[in-house]
């Protein structure tokens, strides 16, 4: 489940609000990993962007049941990196990042960004501990 919201402030000037919510159980056979779960993942995420340039702000916190599990792709959390994910048991986390696109300076199709995420708090769900 997500939602999105976006305000033009300004000629070139915008600002974007986004949240999603992912609820997580096993049903049946347990078949993913062989013993009942349940745990679910909220975020939120603002992007201001102005000329061609945006800040990206995003927060997410994981319930300390069990971990998201992602056994045929990749985790869509907002605060999601090629080599971490930030979806484990109690983990909260949090994204800052800038984005471009050179489209403005006449070189289509070229963009580049940059994204810096922490998360804390995760816990072994199966005792609890850091």
Do not use: H
Not at 69 to 79: C, D, I, K, L
Not at 93 to 107: C, E
């Amino acid at each position: 489940m997500s939602g999105r919201t976006v305000w033009s402030l300004g000629p070139e000037l915008s600002l974007a609000l986004r949240a999603q919510f992912t609820d997580q159980r096993s049903v049946g056979d347990d078949r993913l990993t062989g013993t009942a779960f349940d745990t679910w993942v909220g975020g939120a995420k603002a992007i201001l962007r102005y000329a061609g340039a945006a800040l990206i702000l995003a927060v997410s916190t994981t319930s300390a049941g069990a971990d998201i599990r992602s056994p045929f792709g990749t985790y869509p959390g907002y605060v999601s990196l090629i080599d971490r994910d930030f979806n484990r048991a109690g983990e909260d986390a949090w994204l800052i990042g800038l984005a471009y696109d050179f489209g403005r300076l006449g070189v289509t199709g070229l963009s580049a960004f940059c994204n810096f995420a922490q998360g804390t708090g995760a816990r072994d769900p199966a005792t609890g501990e850091l």
